[in-house]
């Protein structure tokens, strides 16, 4: 698992065609690689809403209960789960078009590898400053769309200039746009709902 992590950021098309030499099935890679990995944003994001509390870099902030959090952090583990799913089958749906198609298996393992960045960014979350915490996904983001495009041809087999000219657009769109949620999420999961009680809990 930390193999294919470190690998996809230290050199991503030697590890795409490694990644695709294992044929990994699905169970595989949720136990070895989603399972762990999506658990970093929400333990970070735990401990930084309970401990040290979301701000803005100044004195104020906003601390979750114990219990708060922990209910917060398991509906956004599940949600993190859902999503590679749900990306893999928009994978799949854009790739039916082309010649060769991935199989939809393929299209979910790709989904779960190409979220790497993103759950690494969620280690910010431990000292959950939101200009820090924006940044950091911004660039877990950057690298995601890298890795996407990186992904098409060395994983799913689809030559670039058909996943360039075709898909590129739609398909990086959707996939971006559920990251990012995913990312958002990690960043407000908290602080939202604190603003919500102060607004109407009263």
């Known amino acids: 698992m930390l193999t294919h992590a470190w690998g996809l950021l230290a050199h991503p098309q030697r590890e795409w065609r490694q990644i695709k030499e294992e044929r990994e099935t699905l169970t595989h890679l949720y136990e070895h690689h989603v399972l762990l990995l999506a658990a970093i944003p929400v ?3 735990y401990i930084g809403t309970t401990q ?3 701000g803005l870099g100044g004195e104020t902030t906003i601390r979750l209960s114990y219990l708060d959090a922990l209910g917060a952090g398991l509906v956004f583990y599940l949600v993190i789960l859902a999503a590679v799913y749900v990306v893999g089958k928009v994978i799949r749906a854009m790739a039916k078009r082309f010649t060769q198609p991935p199989s939809q298996s393929e299209c979910i393992v790709f989904a779960g590898y190409v979220a790497t960045p993103m759950f690494l960014s969620g280690i910010v979350a431990v000292y959950p400053l939101v200009w820090l915490c924006l940044l950091v996904g911004v660039v877990g983001l950057c690298y995601t769309a890298y890795l996407l495009y990186l992904g098409i041809p060395a994983f799913l087999g689809i030559s670039r200039e058909e996943g360039f000219i075709v898909s590129s657009t739609t398909l990086g769109i959707g996939v971006l746009v559920l990251e990012a949620l995913l990312g958002m999420t990690v960043l407000l999961w908290g602080y ?8 109407f809990g009263s």
Not at 192 to 199: K, T
């Open 43 to 45: 333990i970070c994001s």
């Open 52 to 54: 040290v509390g979301w």
């Open 192 to 199: 939202g709902e604190r603003i919500l009680l102060s607004l």
